[in-house]
C-alpha cells in the first residue's frame, strides 16, 4: 500500500521484482521512520472512532431521556 503513494518506494520495488537488486533490506533508520508512521496513523483513526463511539454514545443517551 506504501507503495502506492511513495515513488520511491515504487522504483526500490521495481527493482526488487526486476532482479535489478538483490539486497532489499531497509536501514534501521528508515524501518523505524516506517513504524512511527504506521503506528502514528493507527493512533489517529483509533482515536477517531473512540471519540465517534463517544459521541453516538452521548446522543443515544439524549434520544432516551
Known amino acids: ?25 531497509l536501514g534501521h533508520n528508515t524501518q523505524n521512520e516506517l513504524i512511527n508512521l504506521i503506528a502514528g496513523e493507527i ?3 483509533t482515536i477517531k472512532k473512540l ?9 443515544l443517551i439524549v434520544l432516551h431521556i
Open 51 to 59: 471519540r465517534m463511539r463517544n459521541i453516538m454514545q452521548s446522543f
Open 1 to 25: 500500500m506504501i507503495v502506492k503513494f511513495d515513488p520511491i518506494m515504487q522504483e526500490h520495488i521495481r527493482r526488487i521484482k526486476d532482479d535489478e537488486i538483490h539486497n532489499h533490506y
Open 43 to 45: 493512533k489517529t483513526k
